[in-house]
């Protein structure tokens, strides 16, 4: 089973306006952390956003938000007042409890239209 | 801000030959790893290091693999002897701890990779 899915292969959205960018994780280890990285296309991994498994709170980073639902298993990023440079490929990762290593998703490529 | 960095930027190089790739993380960070990304497919996991040693390794990392920590600041990836499937993007990432819960320690900061083409 994959780890990390990541449903939309590809999202538009028009500039100024908010997108939804959908996450489910599987992991059975009660301690993990969740985790959002950009790709623009210069090829870089740019870290945005993180929420641990124990956060009562939903993690927000400027513009970005997480919606984290633990029981539905889902982390979905929100990006707030789209912005041409939001134009990238968005991979949403997981560490688990014991592991160093991150499982990344396939990504969802977000184009943002003028 | 503190940034991991990538030497070089791109290499090329024939098959069978050895590649060392460099990276100097984030000076106060404690675990270091290396990722690949082919081009179009998702990032995987390579190994990490943790106090001068290999803590976990994927089973991509076989023994045409190894890394090492020469000095105080650099970290290497070396590939023995390069197939073609091994041109890629290699990204080395570091992160302050292991999971420990929070957003400071957990996170692994990536550098920008060196594109790897092996003809």
């Keep these: ?114 | 801000e503190p940034e991991v960095t990538q030497t070089p930027s791109h290499q090329v190089t024939q098959m069978g030959q050895e590649v060392i790739l460099r990276c100097v993380p984030i000076s106060n960070h404690l675990y270091f790893y290396w990722y690949r990304q082919i081009l179009g497919q998702k990032v995987e996991f390579l190994v990490s290091f943790y106090n001068n040693e290999i803590s976990e390794k994927s089973e991509i990392f076989d023994d045409q693999f190894s890394v090492e920590r020469p000095d105080g600041s650099n970290f290497t990836l070396k590939i023995r002897s390069t197939k073609l499937e091994d041109s890629a993007m290699y990204f080395c990432a570091s992160s302050e701890a292991g999971l420990a819960g929070s957003r400071r320690t957990d996170t692994q900061y990536f550098g920008p990779g060196t594109r790897l083409t092996v003809l």
């Design chain 1, 1 to 114: 089973a994959q780890k990390i899915t990541q449903t939309q292969p590809g999202m538009f959205v028009q500039e100024k306006e908010a997108v939804t960018l959908d996450c489910t994780y599987d992991t059975s280890d009660p301690s993990y952390g969740l985790f959002w990285y950009k790709q623009p296309s210069s090829g870089e991994m740019i870290f945005l956003i993180y929420q641990g498994s124990y956060d009562q709170q939903n993690a927000t980073e400027g513009r970005y938000s997480l919606n984290f639902q633990k029981a539905r298993k889902s982390a979905n990023l929100v990006i707030s007042a789209s912005q041409l440079g939001d134009s990238a490929m968005y991979f949403c990762a997981m560490r688990e409890g014991g592991y160093q290593k991150v499982t990344f998703g396939t990504g969802t490529k977000l184009q943002v239209i003028p």
